[in-house]
Each structure stands twice: as C-alpha cells, then as structure tokens.
C-alpha cells in the first residue's frame, strides 16, 4: 500500500470536509461527538510528546515531522521519483516507529497497568501529600548530616517569600531529595558554606546568605549557622532546620526562637505541623468561608428577586 501525499486536495476537501459539514447541518449531535473525539486525540497526542520529550526518541519525532513535510511537498511539485523514494521509505513507517519508540511504548503500557495511571495522564499528588514527602526528605537529610556531624542549614519557606535571600545563593530549583540535600552539605564541596532554601517544593537555591541574629540574650556558644536561622526565622515566617558541626545535633528556628537538640520523630512532628497541617487547613478554611459567602449571596439574591416579583403580581 502506498502513501499518496500528493492528493488532489479539491476531491478530499468536497469529499471529506463540505460531506461533513453538510452531515452536520442534517445531524447537530454530531457536532458533540466530534468535539469530543478531537479532544481526546488532542489529549492523547500532548500525553504522547510529555512522554518522549527529553528522550532519544525527540530528536528522531523531528526527523520524521521533515520526512513527512518533505514527502508532501515532492507530491505538491509533482517530483515524481523523489516522491516514490520518500513514500516507499514512508511504508516502512509504522515498523519503524514501532522499534524506534520500543522503551517509551513499553513504559507507557507498564504504566497503564499499573497504578501509576494517574501520573501517566499528567495528574500529580495533590499539593499537601507532596509537601509531607518532601518533609520525610529532609527529616532523613538532617538525620544522616547529624550521624556524621556535617554542618547544615535548610530554609524552608512558607507564606513569606525570601526572594532576595534565594537571589544571594546558586539557583538550583531541583526536587527536594535527601541525597542532594546530603551531598550539598558535604566538606570542602563549593555549595557546602551557606544555606540551603526549599521554595514551592524545590531546592530554590544553596549556598544562600542569611541574616544574623544579633540580639544580646542569644546564648554565646551558639554558633553562626544557629544565628542564622533565628535571624531569617525572625525576618520572616521560614522554618529553619540547623545541624551543628560541633555536636552533630539537630534544632529548629521558628518565630526567632530556636528549638535546641531534637529527635528524629519530634523533628518531623514539628515540620509538618508548620509547614503541611497549619497551612493547608487555613487554605481549607478560607475555601469555605469563600462558598459559604457565594451562597449566602446566591441565597440574598434570590430572595431579593421573589420580593420584586411578589410587588409586581401586586
């Protein structure tokens, strides 16, 4: 079977295309079916180029796109034998395409059979449930920093953006890790001096300047990572998780308060009480006091429009 490309476009545009619109006019529902079957392809397609964008097989999506433009455009100018080579290299497509696109095919099907379907539609966690994983990250992080006694400072912000401290650090914007976040602070490493900020649930930044704390009744033998973070927890309203180098032991600035030598379990308590629970129960909140507001005024509205009614009948 050989793919013409060189069509005559008139007979497929009456054909095909004023055959349809006419079927339309006869059949409106017609109209819903095909919006809805466009939809899907149009879906199915982005779904597609989500999955081998950043692969191998892009680049070759790109030379096929040219073979096909250039197969169109040799039956537009009736170039007969470059037409016939490029259709009879068009034939073999589809077996190409099929061992081409072999790994992406088999993931995508893996993912169908699996309960991953979720996020091979593009659909991820809500926002809540990552956040708390990215807590788990850096509770595991600080954990294994405080083990070998490396010197840490991670920043995480919330309501109040620091911008101008993620300005002063080296832009990373990577996914919250425990390896990354450990590797970073490793000695002698050129990212390990400074801090790390965790924006919008990514590493914004490391190597980040923050302000000191200089007030008088802040203990003496508190070091300059521990001023630090009271001074940007003070600044603003970030929670600041320090590893001492000299003790190895883990604290938490909050409010400009620091919350000295903290397990392991009570670190992840206090970080996902300030951070996932106090947060996203105020959003929740604010949400609903948003519907009953629009209800209340649906509710006056209509009141207001049987009043009128009820003075009209009179």
Known sequence: MVIDLGMNWENFYKDNIVAYIKSLQSNPFELVTLILDLAIVCFLVYCFFKIVKGSRAWQLIKGIALLIIATWVSGLLNLKILNWILTGIMNLGVIAIIVIFQPELRRALEQLGTNKLAKFFGIDKDLATKTKEDIYKI??????????????????????????????????????????????????????DGAVVISGNKIAAAACVLPLADDKDIAKELGTRHR??????????????????????????????????????????????????????????????????????????KENSKGEKNEENK
Do not use: C, Y
């Not at 929670?239 to 001492?244: A, C, K, L, P, R």
């Open 228 to 301: 630090a973070a009271i001074g940007i927890s003070k600044e603003s309203d970030s929670i600041v998780v320090v590893v001492s180098e000299e003790t190895g032991k883990i604290s938490v600035a909050k409010d400009g308060t620091l919350i000295a030598d903290v397990r392991e379990d009570v670190l992840k308590k206090i970080l996902i009480s300030n951070v996932v629970t106090k947060r996203f129960a105020i959003e929740k909140n604010e949400r609903k006091s948003k519907l009953k507001e629009l209800r209340e005024k649906l509710k006056k509205q």
């Open 139 to 192: 509770v595991i992080a600080a954990t294994e920093l405080a083990k070998t006694k490396t010197g840490a400072l991670i920043v995480i912000e919330r309501d109040i953006k620091i911008q101008d401290i993620i300005a002063t650090g080296i832009p990373m914007d990577a996914d919250v890790s425990p390896q990354l976040l450990v590797n970073i602070f490793e000695p002698k490493t050129p990212l390990h």
